[in-house]
């Protein structure tokens, strides 16, 4: 289950884990947001032990979305040891981000 992450939460969130951590930058108003959240879930279901998953909303946090250079949505960015190792722009289907995963694990 994803978890929602806020500014005041973020590099908490993400240095304290000690698993790879998927990020999706996303809007409720974003059509392939509600396309893409329904893969990140299965994927967080199915990765529990091995992944941890945030979501940040871009319109309640523009500062995130800024620091990370997040022009588009959907975002995906997948941090390991604290720091960006991949960053995926639009929608994409399961197959894509299981490969994206793998740069992680």
Known sequence: MA???RQDNFDTF???SDKPVLVDFWATWCGPCRMLSPVVEEVSREHENELTV???????????AQKFGVMSIPTLILFKDGQP???RIGYMPKNELEQMLKKAF
């Not at 319109?59 to 995130?64: A, G, K, S, V, W």
Request: aromatic share 0%; proline share 5%.
């Open 54 to 64: 945030g979501k940040v909303n871009v319109d309640d946090c523009p500062e995130l």
């Open 3 to 5: 978890t929602d992450i």
């Open 85 to 87: 190792v991949d960053k």
């Open 14 to 16: 993400i240095s304290q």
